[in-house]
């Protein structure tokens, strides 16, 4: 998958090494990377029971890679190579325990910095599951919280600092977790902290406190909003977010950004979305959307955030400058520690066909045809003019 990021930064940077005289504005790049999003689970590559509207229209605008891969099948390595373009093997990184230190050094060379060194502004909105502060050493979460993001060429960040199955359950932005109460302070790990602060069932002990759906397994540490995570929490609990309306605060958080730097300079915007990544928690909305349960209704809920950034770049007249790629960060996974109710292992017509289920933890975006996506959108909405240039 790294290649075709590259190939749009390549593609950015093509742009902004012509003549002056010649240069259209530096483009925008919104890179909206997908977790556990399977080829299988756009339309555009042949879904049949996920309705995708937004990005097919997305592909219908751009590019439609059929052969991308990822660096790494799972989430920790694929994005340490994506912000670094060195092998997270490199660096012995594999997938982050809750708590982990910032795993890319603070020195290196890294995706934002790059942008940054073209003059563009710089923003991380979502799942983040490469490490907050000190690599060796405990964090004080009840502190600032670096390094991390804002240390690596970003100038904002509105994260999920693991990821959704795992602890802590809140928001960091930029260097403070959002809504956390000096009486009831947040802590990490299984010994119980030596003051006062929540205390979340142990889902060990308690798998009756697991009320939204159960662990099939690994997943019953604390339990907090009925879900069993990876790890322990303590405190925190003003502070805790809401699994259910996680994309609309991503999605609220990216239109307050993109408002901001609208007629300000070209940025980059990094969305990474908790979606389809486990637990599976798509807004009641969208239940029913899909024919697969939790898991389709969050694809299309992940859809439907697509949408709403394509539309406010149209609010704010920067769709015809502004290159969007949609990609994930490893390919579909089926059964990831939940009894979800996914009754289905395919999303595609080949339901239809009797063929095999999709492939746990690719390393392609999809199967046969990956799921990578890039849209210099509105180049050609009206069929007139060429779509991305070669
Ligand atoms: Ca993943």
Redesign the pocket.
Known sequence: MRRFVWLGIGLVLGLISLPADAAPPRPNMVLIYG??VGYGDLGCYGAKLIPTPNLDRLAAQGLRFTDAHCTAA??SP?RFALLTGVHAFRHRVRVLPPGAGLVIPTDAFTLPRMFKRAGYHTAVVGKWHLGLGPRRGKLDWNGPIRPGPLELGFDYAFLLPS?NDRVPCVYVENHRVVGLEPQDPLFLGRQRPPVPCTEYPDGKKHPEAMTYYRSSHGHNNSVINGIGRIGYQWGGRQALWNDETMTDEFVRRIKRYIASRAGKGPFFLYFASQAI?VPRTPHPRFHGKSKLTYRGDAMVELDWAVGEILRTLDEHGLTRNTIVIFT???GP?YDDGYRDGTTVLTSTAEVDRGQGPIVA?STRSTKAEPGCLLSFAGRDTSGREPPVPP
């Open positions: 977790d556990d799972t989430c694929s990821t990544h994930s960060d490893n996974v933890a």
